[in-house]
């Protein structure tokens, strides 16, 4: 399938309807300072958003500058962020500027922001609020113009409802919200995708272009990829590297995969019906999960009716 630029859009890449409202939604949000809250399960791409988000604005180009607030402890965080002058604390032998310096009159994307203590938060508010902040062991505060945009794979809402996340700072965050579809939702673009890798790794490896059987793709289009994108990517460069100087990659290389997502060889059960019957069984039990137990949602993806679904339910003892 020919991956054409109107299938990509600021290193996002897909034409399922799902992503063809995510391009849209970004074009309009991309004009606009205000914050972006990004959110979608792991593996998704919420970075690739926040660029195209940036390098698609007026911001383009100024810097865009991304932290994971979770690699850091509090102390660390707030000098990350907002900088330390010399002294500040042991260790700090010099004056050191803060992302929200660096990213002055450009964007800051900061990830997986409900790992963010609530301590922090108070800091990250009062930017929000005033433009300003103090370096560590500073005294005077100092300004910035900067775009705000964070993500997260955690449910937000209900932190707030149990105390975890404040409220104040939840709806300074959740001006524009941005949802990234999961890959499951999306499997008209895993064509597409594959492609994609298949061209990157040959480009970075400087060897041949691989191609794969039409039985890999069958395989990889009936997976539910509860690691997203990222999980997808995995697996090709796994078939890749099994594939050695061969130039197609076939299905001897695909390794069976059980709900809970550990690699399952149905070859152990014997015989053809008993190993069909366990394929079967682990494809609803994994479509129950992802689907979350909607059972007419899960036949309509399958291709049969309710009915028959509940009865393999039933016989399977899900």
């Known amino acids: 399938m020919e991956l054409t630029e109107r299938h990509r859009f600021g290193g996002m890449i897909g034409k399922s309807p799902p992503m063809l409202r995510l391009f849209s939604l970004v074009r309009k949000v991309a004009g606009t300072d205000s914050t972006v809250l990004v959110t979608g399960e792991n593996g998704t791409g919420k970075e690739l958003v926040a660029r195209a988000l940036h390098f698609s604005s007026n911001r383009r180009d100024a810097d865009f500058v991304a932290q994971n607030v979770s690699a850091f402890n509090d102390n660390l965080l707030e000098s990350e962020l907002f900088g330390h002058i010399e002294g500040a604390f042991t260790g700090a032998v010099r004056d050191k500027k803060g992302l929200f310096k660096v990213a002055d009159g450009g964007t800051l994307f900061l990830d997986e922001i409900g790992d963010m203590s609530t301590g922090m938060q108070v800091k990250l508010l009062r930017v929000l609020q005033k433009g300003e902040f103090t370096p560590v062991g500073g005294l005077d505060s100092e300004r910035v113009d900067v775009r705000i945009i964070v993500a997260t794979n955690r449910d937000l809402e209900s932190m707030v409802r149990k105390g975890s996340f404040r409220e104040d700072l939840y709806y300074r965050l959740n001006v524009l919200r941005v949802v990234v579809p999961p890959l499951r939702d ?67 290389l695909l390794e069976p995969v059980a709900p809970d997502g550990a690699p399952r060889s149905y070859r152990e ?42 009865k393999k339910i039933k016989a399977y003892g899900l």
């Open 269 to 310: 059960t014997g015989d053809l019906a008993s190993a069909v019957a366990a394929l079967e069984r682990d494809m609803i039990a994994e479509g129950l999960a992802a689907c979350g137990g909607n059972k007419t949602k899960l036949a309509m993806r399958l291709g049969i009716s309710r009915t028959t679904l509940l």
């Open 186 to 252: 999306r499997k008209e673009d895993i064509p597409l995708l594959v492609e994609h890798f298949l061209d990157l790794h040959a480009d970075r490896g400087g060897g041949p272009r691989k191609r794969l059987s039409p039985g890999v793709m069958a395989s990889l289009l009936s997976r539910s990829w509860q690691g997203n994108v990222r999980e997808l990517e995995n697996e090709i460069e796994r078939l890749l590297v099994l594939a050695g100087e061969d130039e197609e990659i076939g299905v001897d």
